[in-house]
């Protein structure tokens, strides 16, 4: 299957800072990714469809200024958790999709905001 | 409104058994049912799909029955393995452009 690299897979920030999270299509040019949040022993939320050259759409209830998403290129995209807070510790998990459509996700970003 | 309802929420099977987990749909323009298969701390990883125009998929010791009329599908695990423990996310998609998760089922396999 296809490879989606994520970065850093494991991040601890302070209150009031901002975090940067890379998703990477490896093998395989994405114009659409999404990012996803999923709690503790619960199913993943979509937060944002991001496409390349263009801004991404955000679901509804997702602070577009707190989770800003940049699709630069079509093998990469990043999700950057501005201002973040302890409420703001989450898995974070990024997907991008193949020509077929198939999904393929990257392993996952632990935030924990102190 | 929950677009893809999954069942049981917790599953415990004996090595060797059969695990069945279930997901029902509303949207019956969804054209596309894959399931994942999560590790913890891990991402999910792509387990099987099915497209509406087929009943059944197999793919090793994993099957996708699909149920189009009662808008149902499922995942049959045969010869289950303590390796297949994990958590089991099924999901639909349109066209591709947004992907509807299900709750997710934690499998325990025992030894």
């Known amino acids: 299957g296809a490879v989606v690299s994520q970065h850093p897979s494991r991040v601890i920030c302070k209150s009031g800072t901002s975090v940067k999270i890379e998703c990477r299509s490896l093998d395989f040019q994405a114009t659409t990714m999404f990012w996803y949040r999923q709690f503790p022993k619960q199913s993943l939320m979509l937060m944002a469809t991001?496409?390349?050259?263009?801004?991404?759409?955000?679901e509804q209830g997702v602070e577009k200024d707190k989770f800003l998403i940049n699709h630069a290129s079509l093998t990469l995209s990043t999700l950057t958790v501005t201002s973040a807070h302890p409420e703001d510790s989450s898995f974070y998990i990024c997907?991008?999709?193949?020509?077929?459509?198939?999904?393929?996700f990257g392993e996952g970003s632990r935030l924990t905001v102190l | 409104q929950q677009q893809v309802k999954q069942s049981p929420q917790s599953l415990i099977v004996q090595k060797g058994g059969i695990s069945i987990i279930n997901c029902a749909y509303e949207n019956t323009a969804f054209d596309y049912f894959p399931w994942y298969q999560q590790f913890p701390g891990k991402g999910p990883a792509l387990l099987i799909a099915i497209r509406p125009d087929v009943s059944e998929k197999k793919e090793g010791r994993f099957t996708i029955s699909f149920n189009k009329s009662a808008k149902q599908f499922s995942l049959h695990i045969m010869d289950s393995q303590p390796g297949d423990s994990a958590t089991y996310f099924c999901?639909?998609?349109?066209?591709?452009?947004?992907?509807?998760f299900g709750s997710g089922t934690k499998l325990n396999v025992k030894p």
């Open positions: 991001s496409n390349e050259g263009s801004k991404a759409t955000y």
């Open positions: 999901a639909a998609s349109l066209n591709f452009n947004k992907f509807y």
């Open positions: 997907s991008a999709s193949l020509d077929t459509g198939e999904l393929f």
